[in-house]
């Protein structure tokens, strides 16, 4: 713990914040999200200490451990959601997961990435035919939702390049995923594009409950 010099919060979900408050109770950690993001978590049920509270402009650099982050908004339906570009010297990392759709404003961050981790939730079959209940079903769907694998895959199919080293498929559903229909599906859409990755193309999907390995930004 002594090595993390800071916490990045996406929003208020409880797939997000669990642990939060142990987190910091424990290890006096900075916790870093937007004032709306912080007043939508802070209630009576869950107390952080003032002195790890911080609170961070949209679209505005700040400073981490020697890295500039910038936060921007993202569509969710929460009362705020944030993914992060973090940067330093030339090398770009973007964070964006849960988001119903990639807007204009989200967009140019995952562009200008070397490393970019971004939601692939669901299978549109998997989802359709599961046993969610049809209000469950239109929220997943809705562009205040989640990514499905073929809205991931086709924005991927527009913005690879060569600077876009590594993409990780991120926050993939447990009952409406899997990671090979994820994979699968990135490629076909690459094929049916005609587009054909390099070795200097890393792809990885996520792990939903085990750390990641290391990434090396110069691979």
């Not at 989802?127 to 991931?152: A, M, V």
């Not at 993409?167 to 990135?186: D, G, Q, R, V, Y």
Request: proline share 4%.
């Amino acid at each position: 713990m002594q090595t993390i010099m800071g916490v990045l919060i996406t929003h208020n979900h409880v797939d997000h914040i669990r642990g939060l408050q142990v987190l910091v109770r424990k290890n006096s950690i900075p916790v870093f999200t937007s004032a709306k993001i912080w007043e939508s978590i802070l209630t009576p049920y869950v107390k952080i200490s003032r002195d790890c509270i911080r609170e961070i402009p949209l679209q505005q650099k700040f400073h981490v451990a020697g890295f500039d982050i910038e936060a921007f908004p993202v569509s969710h339906d929460a009362p705020e959601t944030i993914g992060f570009h973090i940067c330093q010297g030339e090398k770009k990392i973007t964070v964006a997961t849960d988001l119903g759709h990639i807007c204009d404003t989200a967009a140019p961050y995952m562009k200008e990435s070397n490393l970019l981790v971004i939601e692939s939730n669901y299978d549109e079959l998997m989802l359709e035919n599961g046993k969610y209940p049809y209000y469950l079903k239109t929220r997943i769907k809705s562009d205040n939702g989640h990514l499905s694998n073929h809205q991931t895959s086709a924005f991927l199919a527009d913005i690879i390049n060569e600077n876009l080293n590594h993409i990780c498929l991120a926050h993939l559903s447990k009952n409406n995923n899997t990671p090979e229909i994820a994979l699968s599906t990135f490629y076909n859409t690459l094929s049916e594009r005609g587009i054909q990755l390099t070795g200097n193309h890393h792809i990885s999907v996520l792990k939903r409950n085990m750390p990641t390995d290391m990434i090396r930004l110069d691979e």
